[in-house]
């Protein structure tokens, strides 16, 4: 199974509605990262968290991190065309006693206008 | 983009042929990966580099080998490609000091294996 896994695969909302992303995870972290990909480009940061933070903001961009469920969201509020993307979370983890960042499979959202 | 490229784009070769992907940065930063992505299996780590001539495997390492000679330069490659390793390949570097830190992205190679 999964270090990381997002949750739902696909998400198909109107403009201006808000959209909500969830990764589960299963190892202890040291930090979180949602990470962008529009189609046919290479993953884009969108905001890190840190294991001992609980909400962090960037712009439209909520982030929950919830240590003892071991899962974190990512909303987009007011969501535009633009933001039709596949949405990724990945983890800073200790996999087989290496450090590593571990990429779940993605959500992928699409704005209808 | 963190001044990272990737040679070739696309690239369309026969079973056995060996390939070889290039990641070229700009910005000196010490930490570097190979990544493929495949649908249904996300992005999985092949390679990453510490330095150089420092190298160490990720998840889906065989049938991969890499160098890395000089800081701004990480090589991929193919010894004998296989079907199994059509896919597309990103590189990625990081700005920390940490495997865990922050990652950039180059634009990935579309690697069709014949």
Known sequence: SQQGEEDPQALSIQEGENATMNCSYKTSINNLQWYRQNSGRGLV???????????????RLRVTLDTSKKSSSLL??????????????????????????????GTRLTINP | ?????????????????PVTLRCHQTENHRYMYWYRQDPGHGLRLIHYSYGVKDTDKGEVSDGYSVSRSKTEDFLLTLESATSSQTSVYFCAISVGRSVGDTQYFGPGTRLTVL
């Not at chain 1, 940061?45 to 712009?59: A, C, P, T, V, W």
């Not at chain 1, 509020?77 to 499979?105: N, P, W």
């Not at chain 2, 040679?7 to 070769?13: D, E, N």
């Open chain 2, 1 to 17: 983009d963190a001044g990272i490229t990737q040679s070739p784009r696309h690239k369309v070769t026969e079973t056995g042929t």
């Open chain 1, 76 to 105: 987009i509020t007011a969501s535009r065309a633009a933001d039709t993307a596949s949405y990724f979370c990945a983890t800073d983890a200790r996999i087989q006693g290496a450090q590593k960042l571990v990429f779940g499979q």
């Open chain 1, 45 to 59: 940061h969108l905001i890190l968290i840190r294991s001992n933070e609980r909400e962090k903001h960037s712009g």
